[in-house]
């Protein structure tokens, strides 16, 4: 579905650049997407299906907690006198 819009202050109406199409498909369908998403996320945390160290566009998963664990993981690899690597993905 599209709107016509006037444009305003155009002194000419009878051409069609006077006027401005909005087209409303691309609000409904980022409406549905976040509905769509909210209900994944929703099942995916009622089911427990990611592991909690899957920080990545959870509820209550910041940013603070992903640095927090990966400290963590750090200072108790130096404590036992281990080596350890880290391999990060951006997905």
Known sequence: MVVVINKPQKLDYSVS????????MEC???LLEKVVAKRINANIELFNLLL????RSRLHHSTIDT??????????????????????FNI
Do not use: D
Not at 17 to 24: E, F, G, N, S
Not at 74 to 86: F, N, V
């Open 28 to 30: 409904v369908g980022k």
């Open 67 to 88: 640095v927090a664990t990966l400290v963590h993981k750090i200072q108790g690899m130096q404590a036992t006198s281990h080596a350890g690597t880290l391999l990060l």
């Open 52 to 55: 909690m160290s899957q920080f």
């Open 17 to 24: 650049k006077a006027y401005r199409l909005i087209a409303l």
